[in-house]
């Protein structure tokens, strides 16, 4: 690492992700993104009943996914307040919120992950963490095979982060498999490898180091769902979702211990409704 500025640090890290690795190309559509569902002005928000290892023990927590589609500026990768500007294009975000009380203190965290419309790859995400030792912040942006990342955090030596480095077409994200992994191709998928960069929810930087996942697809147990197996060296991670689409994600067990369980789904214009008692609608 060197320091090229107070506070700020300047990391190379393109001998990470530039590994080699031969696959065929990963077996997901863009038609799950292009899909008429998702223009419909509302969002599909569901509740988790959910355990979360913080601390070094697997806790109870309170867990949201929303997903909804939204136009960025052709400028910029942020939201646009004119969708008709030139060169203004749609993403589907989904944000997933998590909230991990842990004794006197807790973790309050949310990841953003942005797909573009017309392709299906994603090209941002975004983190906030909070915790009652401190705030941090993360943001990756994906253009050209690079990804531009900046970190903010309270520790030492982390405080200012900034960084370039390669990716490749095989390379996965951890935190966008909820969403990525429902636009599979689930007639030709049945089994597929990609290098995988773990999670960055957190408070530290992310070093990015990409992990060989070998992923396997079959109708889970009664055949009234998708079941995607997820195998990482001696570690395991199993999806389920919904057979139909959209593809709901039903349940979602980690290596650590961590879990998912849906408990509810809606689809509604959630930025609308936030008068004492309109969290009805998560119920």
């Known amino acids: ?64 996914h929303i997903v909804v589609r939204e136009t960025f500026s052709g400028g910029r990768p942020v939201k646009t307040e004119n969708w008709e500007e030139p060169g203004a294009y749609d993403v589907i975000k989904l944000n997933q919120i998590l909230n991990v009380p842990t004794g006197t203190y807790g973790f309050y965290q949310m990841h953003s992950g942005f797909w573009r419309v017309d392709t299906g790859k994603l090209i941002k995400f975004s983190m906030a963490s909070i915790d009652s030792c401190g705030n941090a912040y993360k943001e990756g942006r994906i253009n050209g095979g690079r990804l531009n990342y900046i970190a903010s955090t309270y520790w030492e030596g982390m405080d200012r982060v900034k960084f370039s480095t390669k990716l490749t077409e095989e390379i996965l994200f951890q935190d ?52 995607v197996t997820m195998r990482m060296g001696n570690e395991e991670e199993v999806f389920l979702f919904d057979k139909e689409y959209p593809h709901r994600l039903r349940e979602w067990h980690r290596a650590d211990g961590s879990a998912l369980r849906l408990k509810s789904s809606v689809r509604i214009p959630y930025w609308r409704l936030s008068k004492p008692g309109d969290e009805k609608y998560l119920k």
């Open 1 to 64: 690492m060197t320091r090229i500025a107070p506070a700020v640090l300047t990391l190379s890290l393109g001998l990470f992700c530039s590994a080699v690795f031969a696959t065929e190309p990963l077996p997901f559509k863009p038609d799950f993104f292009q899909n008429n569902y998702w223009r419909d002005g509302k969002a599909e928000v569901s509740v988790f009943e959910a355990t979360e290892k913080r601390e070094g023990l697997v806790r109870p927590a309170e867990v949201k």
């Open 176 to 227: 966008e498999l909820p969403l990525k992994l429902r636009s599979l191709d689930w007639i030709k998928a049945a089994s597929f490898s990609a290098l995988v960069i773990p999670s960055v929810i957190g408070s530290k930087i992310d070093r990015f180091i990409p992990v060989k996942a070998d992923f396997t697809v079959a109708l889970s147990p009664g055949g009234k769902g998708f079941q």
